[in-house]
């Protein structure tokens, strides 16, 4: 089984339409984090959670909001989805004792605003 | 303002060749680096990394090379195999920045040719 799962795996749908992508981890990790990938831009950090009453604004947070409902578990919500919000969202996660370690990755999910 | 720069968007090698990823950075801050690598409809695989304090890591067919005074770093395979074509991403961090935070260049698509 996956050890960073997302749901779903792609979503339409249509202008001013709240949405929201879930993350849900079985490593144990205490920090998460959602990124989008644009073509030609890589991926930019959103939001990240270094445990559950940990949340922190990334690169690009603006119209977007997220949760962390458990350690395992980190959503991320568009209250009013946009065209330019089209694009491949992964969330991730890290943990372990050192000052720097991996990030491990979901599958993504593909979302397209019309 | 892009911190991290993967200027050549994609690559073609012959298999058995070697195959050289080269990215750039501007923030003197970074002082860990990361490679990833992504297949389509998979999010990014963690393949190699290197801390300021070395000059080279290897890995099997992977060596990452890192040059401070110039902030570059570079990627070898070596033979390059057709289960590389992938795009690859360079990722840097830095304690400064919070350690388990990551930039990402724009990523490289790598192709290999039999």
């Known amino acids: 089984d996956a050890d960073v799962t997302q749901t779903p795996r792609n979503r339409i749908t249509k202008t001013g339409k709240r949405i929201m992508l879930e993350c849900s981890q079985t490593?144990?990790?205490?920090?998460m984090y959602w990124y989008r990938q644009d073509p030609g831009l890589g991926l930019r950090l959103i939001y990240y959670?270094?445990?559950?009453?940990?949340?922190n604004k990334g690169e690009i947070s603006d119209g977007y909001s997220v949760s962390r409902q458990a350690q395992a578990k980190f959503s991320l919500s568009l209250e009013s989805a946009i065209p330019n919000q089209t694009a491949l969202y992964f969330c991730?996660?890290?943990?372990?004792?050192?000052?720097?370690?991996?990030?491990?990755f979901g599958p993504g999910t593909r979302l397209t605003v019309l | 303002d892009q911190q991290v720069k993967q200027n050549s968007p994609s690559l073609s090698v012959q298999e058995g060749r070697i195959s050289i990823l080269n990215c750039d950075y501007t923030?003197?801050?970074?002082?860990?680096f990361l490679w990833y690598k992504k297949y389509p409809a998979e999010g990014p695989t963690f393949l190699i990394s290197?801390?300021?304090?070395?000059d080279k890591n290897e890995d099997g067919r992977f060596t990452v090379f890192l040059n401070k005074s110039a902030k570059h770093l570079s990627l070898h395979i070596v033979p390059s195999q057709p289960g590389d074509s992938a795009v690859y991403f360079c990722?840097?961090?830095?304690?400064?920045?919070?350690?388990?935070?990551?930039?990402f260049g724009q990523g490289t698509r790598l192709t290999i040719n039999p």
């Open positions: 991730a996660t890290s943990g372990g004792q050192g000052s720097y370690n991996e990030q491990f």
């Open positions: 490593k144990g990790h205490d920090r």
């Open positions: 959670s270094f445990d559950v009453k940990d949340i």
């Open positions: 923030n003197s801050m970074f002082d860990y």
């Open positions: 290197i801390s300021s304090i070395k």
């Open positions: 990722a840097a961090s830095a304690l400064g920045l919070g350690a388990q935070k990551l930039v």
